[in-house]
Nanobody
Framework: VQLQASGGGLVQAGGSLRLSCAAS????????MGWYRQAPGKQRELVAI???????NYAEAVKGRFAISRDNAKNTVYLQMSSLKPEDTAVYYC??????????WGQGTQVTVSS
């Protein structure tokens, strides 16, 4: 499975961005799709995940501000980020888990929120 993420950039606090991650190869085995982030000097952390059935789970820090969705026809997962804060600054990675519990990571996309 290959993952191609896009949509990061520089935005002012309070602004919005939408990240996309398209999967290819082995897509018939995709189960959960999600987003993680890693800020400088910090460990990678879960942001949001969505199951094949559409159930979602969010980190407390982003609840009410971020929304994860997926388009199974396009094998793509999205992360709509609103009301962005400087502490959301990080490299965002998409992740997929297959039905055989293998994990794959995208290349990461930088999100920078200025105050």
């Amino acid at each position: 499975v290959q993952l191609q993420a896009s949509g990061g950039g520089l935005v002012q606090a309070g602004g919005s961005l939408r990240l996309s991650c398209a999967a290819s190869g082995g897509i018939a085995s995709l189960d959960t799709m999600g987003w993680y982030r890693q800020a400088p000097g910090k460990q990678r952390e879960l942001v949001a995940i969505i199951t094949s059935g559409g159930s979602t789970n969010y980190a407390e820090a982003v609840k009410g501000r971020f929304a994860i969705s997926r388009d199974n026809a396009k094998n793509t997962v999205y992360l709509q980020m609103s009301s962005l804060k400087p502490e959301d600054t990080a490299v965002y990675y998409c992740n997929v888990r297959t039905v055989t519990y293998l994990h794959y990571w995208g290349q990461g996309t930088q999100v920078t929120v200025s105050s």
